[in-house]
Nanobody, 127 residues
Framework: QVQLVESGGGLVQAGGSLRLSCVASGFTFEVYFMGWFRRAPGKEREFVAAISVRGNSIYFADSVKGRFTISRDNAKNMVYLFMNSLKPEDSAVYYC????????????????????WGQGTQATVSS
């Protein structure tokens, strides 16, 4: 069955870094763009970052531009989110997600264009 399993969350001080990982299984990873969303307490889930199949199109939310990077390894069915210069407002549950596509150079920032979701991993940034 389809699985997206996130790892790498934890507690870090403001200014620190975390690397989130997501391993995918049960579907053809090479035809899915990948994304990360997050949900903070009391808030709706929001887009964080996305990467196309070929890795040549990458998108970030304005709130994380310049601090976060995203990458993928199609040989390992993995996607990563590198989070640097973390702020308390980055505290959230982070979700890995996958969207089917025929355009290998495109990824979506829209939640409703993703097909599969992981269970999430908690990242907490203390001030």
């Amino acid at each position: 069955q389809v699985q997206l399993v996130e790892s790498g969350g934890g507690l870090v001080q403001a200014g620190g870094s975390l690397r989130l990982s997501c391993v995918a299984s049960g579907f053809t990873f090479e035809v899915y763009f990948m994304g990360w969303f997050r949900r903070a307490p009391g808030k709706e889930r929001e887009f964080v970052a996305a990467i196309s199949v070929r890795g040549n199109s990458i998108y970030f939310a304005d709130s994380v531009k310049g601090r976060f990077t995203i990458s993928r390894d199609n040989a390992k069915n993995m996607v990563y989110l590198f989070m640097n210069s973390l702020k308390p407002e980055d505290s959230a549950v982070y979700y890995c997600t996958a969207g089917r596509t025929v355009n290998l150079s495109w990824a979506s920032m829209r939640e409703n264009e993703y097909d599969y979701w992981g269970q999430g991993t908690q990242a907490t940034v203390s001030s």
